[in-house]
């Protein structure tokens, strides 16, 4: 049952878990946040480029949650 093995975890075991999550949602959002700027450029010849779905920009709110936690 996955909340036994909660449980059975040790503190240490359970922040280093907790900080490679953050770490991990961290690069993503830095790797979303690098497309973003790419696509919202304006091209030398005046055109916009494709600017973000509404799906692609709902995702990018869901992540940004995570950036904002307390490190405790």
Same mark, same amino acid.
């Given at each position: 049952m996955q909340t036994a093995m909660f449980i059975e975890c040790s503190s240490s075991d359970l922040n280093l878990s907790i900080w490679g999550i953050k770490i991990h949602?961290?690069? /993503?959002?830095?790797?979303?946040?690098?497309?973003?700027?790419?696509?919202?450029? /304006?091209?030398s010849n005046g055109k916009l480029e494709r600017r973000l779905s509404l799906g692609e920009y709902k995702r990018a709110i869901s992540w940004s949650k995570y950036l904002v936690s307390s490190g405790d």
């Amino acid at each position: 049952m996955q909340t036994a093995m909660f449980i059975e975890c040790s503190s240490s075991d359970l922040n280093l878990s907790i900080w490679g999550i953050k770490i991990h949602v961290l690069e /993503i959002w830095i790797r979303f946040m690098k497309r973003f700027h790419w696509f919202k450029q /304006i091209s030398s010849n005046g055109k916009l480029e494709r600017r973000l779905s509404l799906g692609e920009y709902k995702r990018a709110i869901s992540w940004s949650k995570y950036l904002v936690s307390s490190g405790d």
